[in-house]
């Protein structure tokens, strides 16, 4: 936390009256921050959409809490009005990693809430802890899309480079593109290349526009520092027969990309603007999914080739 240096003027002055007068000190009383993470996925499958909150606290000093908010009550209501109310669910059903010792409670909406989801519906939430503090929020999900000549299941011809294009989401900020690779060590084993049994990459596209990405190549931009330099060399130029992965092309909307980038220089770590206004801090974060599986092979009998339409 930062705190106004005390500018000292006068320090003859101040020496000289110090043994006479002695000033109270207020001592502030850091109050525990809470915290609500609400993120909307709309899927090619409206039976894979997920609305789900997670609200925890943040400590003094940014460390993890251990303090569970299981009498909250998170309530959504659609642009026609509707209102429902979001069910206590178990933890890793909103957090897969979360620091030690670290706590609190997720909410996830039924199916029959959650498949109604659609491209630019625009959606508010509410947050009520149990002490009557409240957190609220809109959000608008972006439009749907497709991806250019990629079905569910296709094949890419061994050491090439697939291009990925697709259409335009109403409302995106970015565009996010994951890739989980697997049987990388078989397929690598005779160049003499290790890699792990799955690899998981990255990569960003920053405006409504950017509608293109090449596989692998360009995946990957925040996790190269990581990479053994002669396996990020060898993905370049495509992936090895025999290697697979799946891939998913997601657009964000504003309030999603205010709470997760980083500023231009910013030593302190990510910026984080809040979406909700209240008792706390927060995001009400909206996504649209397009996922595809991909398996390299100059078999033609493994299956269609992308990008073939």
Known sequence: MRRNAARLSGLTLLLATVACDLT?????????????????????????????????????????????????????TDGDGVRSVLGPSVIDGCVGVRPEDSSGTCFVADFFLAVSFEGGDTLVVEVTLADGRMLSGSTRIPGDFRVDGIGGDCRVI???????????????????????????PAALVSEGIEAPDSL??????????????????????????????????????????????????????????NWVRGGSFNPSGTVRVSSLVGDGSGVFGAAVTRRFTILSSADTAAGLLCGRG
């Not at 525990?32 to 606290?57: C, K, Q, S």
């Open 24 to 76: 109270d000190v207020e001592i502030v009383d850091f109050a525990e921050v809470v915290v609500a993470e609400v993120y909307v996925t709309v899927a090619d499958d409206p039976a894979l959409n997920r609305l789900r909150a997670f609200i925890h606290g943040t400590a003094p000093g940014s460390q993890p809490s251990s303090q569970t908010f299981d009498d909250a009550v998170v309530t959504v």
């Open 158 to 184: 061994p050491n090439t480079r697939l291009p990925l294009r697709w259409s335009r989401s109403n409302n995106a900020s970015a565009y996010l593109s994951e890739a989980l690779i697997t049987g990388l």
């Open 200 to 257: 998981f990459l990255l990569g960003l596209s920053i405006s409504e526009t950017d509608t293109t990405v090449v596989f692998p190549r360009e995946f990957g931009v925040f996790d190269r520092l990581d990479l053994a330099q002669d396996l990020a060399v060898r993905l370049q130029d495509g992936l090895p027969a025999g290697a697979s992965a799946d891939l998913a092309i997601t657009a964000v909307g504003q309030n999603y990309v």
